[in-house]
């Protein structure tokens, strides 16, 4: 089960900057995707591996078990 | 080639708590003291409000400003070199967002294991990223100070007024008071 209080505390972080989280969990894997908004900073998303760091800690999982979308990665 | 600083690939030193962290002098008087500022707005004025007090109230001989030209990235090693053999301390911020708090904190590392004393920057609503890039740095748990954020949006009164606000912490740090 993900861990939602501190997902919220990521949320804020990401809102921060103009960024959306959302976190679903399938099958043992945790899916995270980071979405900009129209307000987004788009060199202030903090890198990729460092997140997947933060989500490993905060989450408690591996990052093996975390599949992490950033806004680059999506089809334009 | 990976980013040594900002990507924890080159996660090689994570040992908890290992950081080696340069001793904090004792006074500043006399010091020479390098402001950092990393373009994020307000950034510069900060730090130059808080070497003005530097120097007004804690007796440090000269608080030069200097610029780092990418926010998201670690400072250049060349600049690095410079700083750390040409200032007794560094000031250094605003981490006003993810990748510049996280490149601060990286920043304040690197100076701190230049055996020089560093005072990092970042506004509250990312100490989540500055802590992880601590943490990815081998540093867990360094000391940085976080003022409300956002700080881009102040004007230039309210900005010089978080320089008050920040200036006992920030001499904290670099004198290893309190």
Redesign the interface.
């Given at each position: 089960m993900i861990n939602e209080e501190a997902l919220a505390?990521?949320r804020?972080?990401?809102e921060?900057?103009g960024y959306r989280l959302d976190a679903d969990e399938v099958e043992g894997r945790i899916r995270v995707q980071v979405s900009a908004t129209s307000e987004a900073?788009a060199?202030?998303?903090?890198?990729k591996?460092?997140?997947?760091?933060?989500l490993r800690?905060?989450l408690g999982v591996s990052e093996q078990s975390i599949d992490l979308t950033y806004p680059a990665d999506e089809p334009s | 080639m990976p980013n040594a600083i900002l990507d924890p690939t080159g996660r090689a030193p994570t040992t908890e708590d290992a950081a080696v962290l340069a001793q904090p002098r004792a006074t500043l008087k006399g010091a020479r003291v390098a402001l950092l500022a990393n373009t994020k707005q307000n950034a510069s004025l900060l730090l130059e409000e808080l070497g003005q007090l530097l120097v007004s109230q804690h007796g440090v001989a000269e608080a030069v400003p200097c610029t780092k030209n990418a926010f998201a990235m670690p400072v250049p090693e060349d600049q690095l070199e410079e700083l750390a053999s040409g200032y007794d301390v560094v000031v250094t911020g605003v981490g006003d967002c993810g990748s510049c708090s996280a490149s601060a904190v990286a920043d304040g590392v690197l100076f701190e294991q230049r055996g020089i004393p560093a005072a990092v920057i970042c506004s509250d609503a990312f100490r989540v990223t500055a802590d992880a890039m601590a943490q990815m740095r081998g540093a867990s748990g360094y000391h940085y100070v976080t003022t409300p954020h956002p700080v881009a949006i102040l004007n230039p009164d309210e900005v010089r007024k978080r320089a008050n606000e920040v200036l006992p912490e920030v001499v904290s740090i670099l004198t290893g008071a309190g």
């Open positions: 505390e990521l804020a972080t990401l921060a900057d900073c060199d202030c998303l903090v890198p591996p460092v997140f997947l760091g933060i800690n905060s | -």
